[in-house]
């Protein structure tokens, strides 16, 4: 609408400007009191009917009455009859969105435009109507909108359909009795009428399944003309295979012989839609594969653009999976490496890295490396992972490309683009051995000059990983004391940890650490002096060339097992609370918890948390934990170990709103049942949750503690605590009633009568499971942890896990069954896979660290697999969390 117009007044620098700039909402609305003229002009209304769109579309509101007076203003031009003005009405109505009261005013007029000779006045009317129209009226205009839907003109019939779809989502039961008239519709020779009533028809019927599968069964032999319709019919199909699955005993796919026949279609898009519904069926094999690629090849070749792109970015996708079936599309995208769309190039190259083959590797670089300054950092990006994928998966070829990776990496670029080759070089060297050395020098080379403070410091860590156990570890010294001299704060206490390391790991090169270490003590920054002072101090800075302790070591390499945050807190409070003792860092706790203590609740529901909330960084645990101690009946538990998530016990808008904590010691279970009175005229008095334990026959009821009184909405808690038998993960479910007196309150004075009636209240069970007992603590380096916990307390068995919808299904069942911490974002299962692995991490209840490592295989019936191989500092842990397994 806003359309740029170009000035003529100076040819050599034509100014583009539009005609609504510094247009105001004031000088606008006086402008459209043209609208109350006896003799109308047509042009000039339409032309302030467009400033008033445009300011609505630009975000601009209007108040109440300045709505309400355009609106009626417009209303007047309806006497008009110019069929431009009358369009531009229309749209300012649909705009407008008045309100009940005003559209009865539009509402004749509309509907005797509805059903005029006008074509363009019945199609625009009924798109308005049913835009401003409320149920009442609808029921109203029903006749006529059903006559609509089979109209001759395909306009009139379009603007019924659509304006269909739109009254679904308010009015569902009204559109679905236009069942027969849409049918009809479908089998309309107009191209847009077919399409719309098939997205209708669909949508009418999305929540049977099986009336799905009988329209698509009855349409796919034939009746569809409409390129548009076949190809929302292709996609239905393809809905229909998914939920319908593989014949077992055929082995055939329903429909698919529908989706290959569409292959042959006159239209592109049907063709395309097609051959992409068929490379994401599940479980696709490469003889169903085969007829899709092929004419995705032909696409390569087109002269269009976007057929070009389409086709090269699904077999991009296709390539992931089965890279073979891509390989004969190989010299056809190669061609496309030089196409002038960078995007085209972009996902030509990442698939040829993906498909090709040893030989053609070496090919491939030189192409790519004239190419890669012609394109933006997002599509480097893009690059870069292609060819990590590349190199592991030809590790003989690791030269070239670590080369490649080297030379784009001291190329300019931003922070993403060279965080992803650093990422890469840091996999090779990890997965590829004989590339470690070469790596490690072209990361060192790399920090030479390197504007990024985050990759410096991270390859500093690295470094002082890798570095030691390489050959010849003194020449990574060089690059990482250039740091201490030339960078900042920051990178210089990096640099003086990675010295510490080499120091640590390599006794012959101490003597040099120290006097690098002591040089650092007179640096300017108080981070840097101290790192080098307690690294001095710990390796032994007398310059005594001996063994380092294994202790040094594990501080020094070992991973941080508790949150940062939770540290932080526990120092904080050490510092506050001066203490002869000295700080223990096994009491800081170690579950992470994001949820403040006021437990986030269901819509109008009160917080009904900890009666005082905490001030200051005080962490859940802590917060519950000094609570729990200040109870009498609870303080001898000793040290709380895990409190739960707050489970609700009661649905949303309920009298009473209760939700229950799960405090978890070494041999007993504190119930904290957070209890808020939603009644304003009633308060509850000796407030108590009745625990029926005989569903969790290890569980003894050991003490309660009672609410005196439950004012309204003002949260109170109720405790119940339980006996089970010491660091064993006892389960059980418990029923939960809850016992009060209720008294009326007067509403004038605010007090509660004397007299009050005893009454109870049924609770939802809570249940004590398995991963109750394990607290989430993720490590940063599995792979180190897994090897450090050694195979002594190793326990491995296989599971079979029955039939599941999904790979990814049941890898996030066993993570919840176990309640542990998925590790390296292990968690993610690839679309489409076959197979995955999964690392988790987490402390057992008596502090004991455990590691488990989880492959998944998944079959034709999708029968899931399962091998679980468990690490832990006690081998009775490693049998209990088999035995959950075993038993969940």
Known sequence: MAQLVKKDDDRDEEAEYSPFIGIEKGAVLQEARVFNDPQLDSRRCSQVITKLLYLLNQGETFTKV??????????????????GLRRMVYLMIKELSPSADEVIIVTSSLMKDMNSKTDMYRANAIRVLCRITDGTLLTQIERYLKQAIVDKNPVVASAALVSGIHLLQTNPEIVKRWSNEVQEAVQSRAALVQFHALALLHQIRQNDRLAVSKLVTSLTRGTVRSPLAQCLLIRYTSQVIRESGVNNQSGDRPFYDYLEGCLRHKAEMVIFEAARAITELSGVTSRELTPAITVLQLFLSSSKPVLRFAAVRTLNKVAMTHPMAVTNCNIDMESLISDQNRSIATLAITTLLKTGNESSVDRLMKQITNFMSDIADEFKIVVVEAIRS???????????????????LREEGGFEYKKAIVDSIVILISDIPDAKESGLLHLCEFIEDCEFTYLSTQILHFLGIEGPKTSDPSKYIRYIYNRVI???????????????KFGAMVDSLKPRIFILLRRCLFDGDDEVRDRATLYLSTLGGDGSVVETDEDVKEFLFGSLDVPLVNLETSLKNYIQEPSEEPFDINSVPKEVKSQPLTEKKAPGKKPTGLSAPPTGPTSTVDAYEKLLSSIPEFSSFGKLFKSSAPVELTEAETEYA????????????????????TIPEILLENVSVVVDASEAAE??????KPLRSLPYDSPGQTFVAFEKPEGVPAVGKFSNVLRFISKEVDPSTGEADEDGVEDEYQLEDLEVVSADYVL????????????????????VDEYGLGPRESLAEAVSTVINLLGLQPCEGTEAVPSNSRSHTCLLSGVFIGNAKVLVRLSFGIDGPKEVAMKLAVRSEDESVSDAIHEIVASG
Request: charged fraction near 20%.
């Open 658 to 677: 209760v939700n229950a904590v799960k405090h978890i010691f070494d041999s007993h279970v504190v119930f904290q049942y957070n209890c808020t009175n």
């Open 486 to 500: 030339l960078e900042n704060a920051t990178v210089r206490a990096s640099a003086v940890s990675t010295l510490a």
């Open 390 to 408: 590349l190199c592991l998966k030809f590790p003989l070829k690791y030269r070239s490309l670590m080369n490649f990776l080297s030379n784009i």
């Open 776 to 795: 989430k603590v993720g490590v940063s380096n599995f792979k180190n942890a897994w090897e450090s916990m050694g195979p002594d307390c190793e326990r």
């Open 699 to 704: 569980f003894s009821e050991l003490a309660s």
């Open 66 to 83: 300045e709505a309400t007076e355009v609106f009626f203003a417009v209303t007047k031009l309806f006497q008009s009859r110019d069929i």
